[in-house]
């Protein structure tokens, strides 16, 4: 299979890929997958009365009265306390990035009984016991030095919402962040659709968001644009880029007072830099979740599983925790400024978008650098369409750790390096593999999409490709395609 002037694709996974994690339409409410209801904790053998004090023979009445003698806790049933440690759980393999499906993480299998789980309620009959003893010795301390009092209740100074929160905290970022994101619902004229996240772009009433997160509204459907205060508007599609998996909606009667988020600089970002992801998992608007940069530049291709082109990225990756539904919410660092755009999820299922393989968030999330998207979305607010740079020459997309194999023919039987494009006046030739563009290593043709797509028309850049055995070197400079074929 080949491509033309196209590339960044995941490592290739086992089963399945990287997937957009928007979400079908909710319908009845799901139970956490790979979990167990938690059995219901019982009190110990003749342990003591109801209440804080500690247990033994004579003890005092229930609440936060003074205890009586204390005593041994439990009875001779608890002598193999502290219970023998739990099992170590296990996990699904995790597989690989290749392009694929709009899936989610693979699904972690449920607690198994006995020892495992039997080992945690063991744990939590533990803490229950030992702050069952403080609690105790403090209700008998205030008891003593006052008798005549009702309660020993204490109230906070202040609490709640009247709390000032410093303004490098998840909770600061999160109330800057969270009037500027909108839950999106999409609808085609069939009435199939699903569930997203935008963001505020600028003041003139423009959202970006994912491209798969918008699809099924393209061509005639609905769309809607809800803020977490709950006022509703609708939309409509200014342009959508299928490539990059980036689009723009605006709001119709769009407020005056919107506050657009800050854009940071993806290329500053470090790994291990701070995370939070907003987005609607689930159905679930204005979801808040937290992690760190994984990594960088990872190569990523995924697909909404129809039959149609990959979308490529080189992608931040991050342990935030991202679900089907955060798809097209922003990224943000520990300042609150938008760093990526969340559209991808690790996937082990081959269910597909909507499928029953979905599962929970694994730790593995991917999204669109904001640099990128930001060149995007402005392209598709000036023209309506985007604007893809590219070497002219097509490369396939077999999985491969060689690099980027140019075709020997191009799609349709078209000429696999375009007659008088950048490629061709660089003397490439079908059978090179490019294995380097600039400093980055290329190891297969969805990286080297990916990696050219971060890159805008006109950019010169340096091609490293074997030819006969031999390496060589030579530069050029980037042409321009319009629009998704």
């Not at 050219?452 to 055995?469: A, L, M, S």
């Amino acid at each position: 299979m080949s491509t033309e002037n196209e590339g960044t694709a995941v490592p290739p996974a086992p089963s399945a890929p990287p997937v957009p994690v928007d979400a079908p339409a909710p319908s009845a409410p799901a139970a956490h997958e790979g979990s167990a209801p938690m059995a219901p904790l019982t009190p110990s053998p003749a342990g003591g009365p109801q209440g804080y004090g500690p247990a033994g023979p004579a003890a005092g009445a229930p609440g936060y009265g003074p205890a009586g003698s204390a005593g041994p806790v439990g009875s001779a049933a608890d002598a193999a306390w502290p219970p023998p440690p739990p099992a170590t759980p296990s996990y699904a393999d995790a597989g690989g990035d290749s392009g694929g499906g709009w899936g989610s993480p693979h699904q972690q299998p449920a607690p198994k009984s006995g020892r495992g789980r039997g080992g945690l309620v063991a744990a939590i009959l533990v803490a229950a016991l030992v702050a069952g003893g403080l609690g105790g010795g403090l209700g008998y301390t205030l008891a003593k030095n006052d008798d005549n009092t009702g309660s020993t209740t204490v109230s906070a100074s202040d609490s709640g919402g009247s709390i000032k929160r410093d303004p490098g905290t998840v909770a600061a970022v999160a109330a800057r962040a969270l009037p500027s994101t909108v839950t999106i619902q999409a609808e085609s004229t069939s009435g199939e659709g699903g569930t997203g996240t935008g963001f505020v772009f600028d003041t003139q009433g423009h959202i970006v968001t994912n491209n798969h997160v918008v699809a099924d509204a393209v061509d005639g459907g609905k769309l809607t644009a809800t803020f977490p205060n709950g006022k509703k508007y609708d939309a409509e599609v200014v342009g959508h880029a299928q490539g990059y998996d980036v689009a723009v909606i605006k709001l119709k009667n769009a407020p005056s007072d919107l506050k657009p988020l800050t854009l940071g600089n993806s290329d500053k970002v470090a790994v291990g830099d701070s995370t939070i992801a907003i987005g609607a998992p689930f159905g679930l608007s204005n979801t808040v979740t937290t992690g760190i940069i994984s990594a960088k530049n990872r190569p990523v291709a995924s697909s909404d599983g129809t039959g149609s082109n990959a979308s490529y990225m080189s992608a931040l990756q991050t342990d935030a925790s991202i679900n089907p539904g955060n798809s097209g919410g922003p990224l943000l660092d520990a300042q609150g400024n938008v760093i990526g755009i969340n559209s991808a999820i690790q996937s082990t299922g081959s269910g597909g978008l909507g499928g029953t393989s979905q599962s929970g968030s694994i730790g593995l999330g991917f999204a669109i650098p904001i640099n990128q998207a930001k060149y995007v979305a402005q392209q598709l607010i000036k023209t309506g369409k985007p604007v893809y740079a590219k070497i002219g020459a097509s490369v396939s997309l077999e999985d491969s750790s060689n690099g980027a194999k140019i075709t020997d023919q191009g799609s349709g039987g078209s000429a696999s390096v375009e007659p008088g494009g950048p490629a061709a006046k660089a003397g490439l030739k079908p059978g090179d593999v490019i294995t380097k563009l600039d400093d980055t290593v290329i190891d297969s043709g969805p990286t080297l999409i990916g990696e050219i797509w971060t890159h805008q028309p006109g950019d010169k850049v340096t091609i490293t490709y074997e030819r006969g055995g031999k390496s060589r070197t030579v530069d050029l400079t980037l042409g321009s395609r319009v629009g998704d074929n």
